[in-house]
């Protein structure tokens, strides 16, 4: 089984702090994907990254690949309150993920204003 | 908006009943999943289908069975629901890119007492 440890599991920061969340695993994907998930209902796919060493920015999210595609981190700049969720990236292998994604346990982000 | 349709939202029932939950999707795509998501445990796959009929296991599919008559639904079947099955069931939908993003319904809420 391939899996995909996240962390921190829970993040407590203020308005205004940046901060890191990580997602590592020994396996290599072919693509890994960030996904925000609000309480009461499904993820949402925020960016998927598939080249390693690869960097997305989104807004004040940055997102980036590892050189092995082993892992990947995403780093959110001067956050804010609308930020809070919990954050799961998950992992495709080979075969572009037809058979699922792998998923992370999650990081629970809570931005207190 | 991904078009995927999840119900019932909530239910409760009791251990040794049969719950059948659905998924609809109106993107007419191929692949369909449902993911069970408990603390803890994140998000496992327990079934998936690559078409009409064709169906594979996930990583927890004991206990459960599906099935797939035409392309817009997807049934995950308890035949004897369990106390462990408590849980929020995700249906999704692979996107058409090769990366595998999924798009998910907004979950089923499932009390087993």
């Known amino acids: 089984t391939q899996l995909l440890e996240q962390s921190p599991q829970f993040l407590s920061i203020q308005e205004g702090e940046n901060l890191t969340v990580y997602c590592n695993s020994s396996s290599v994907f072919s693509s890994l994907q960030w996904y925000r998930q609000e309480p009461g209902e499904g993820p949402v796919l925020l960016v998927t990254v598939v080249t390693g060493g690869e960097v997305k920015k989104l807004k004040r999210l940055t997102f980036q690949f590892g050189d092995a595609r082993k892992d990947s981190s995403l780093h959110i700049t001067a956050a804010q309150p609308g930020d809070t969720g919990l954050y799961l990236c998950?992992?495709?292998?080979?075969?572009?993920?037809?058979?699922?994604?792998?998923f992370g346990k999650g990081t629970h982000l809570i931005i207190q204003p | 908006d991904a078009g995927i349709t999840q119900s019932p939202r909530h239910k409760v029932t009791e251990t040794g009943t049969p719950v059948t939950l659905r998924c609809h999707q109106t993107?007419?795509?191929?692949?369909m999943y449902w993911y069970r998501q408990d603390p803890g445990h994140g998000l496992r796959l327990i079934h998936y289908?690559?078409?009409?009929?064709?169906?594979d296991k996930g990583e927890v599919s004991d206990g459960y069975s599906v099935s797939r008559s035409k392309t817009e639904d997807f049934l995950l079947t308890l035949e004897s629901a369990t106390s462990s099955q408590t849980s929020v069931y995700f249906c999704a939908i692979r996107g058409l890119q090769y990366t595998g993003e999924l798009f998910f319904g907004e979950g089923s809420r499932l009390t087993v007492l």
């Open positions: 998950a992992g495709a292998r080979s075969g572009g993920g037809a058979d699922g994604l792998t």
């Open positions: 289908s690559y078409g009409v009929k064709d169906t």
């Open positions: 993107e007419n795509h191929r692949y």
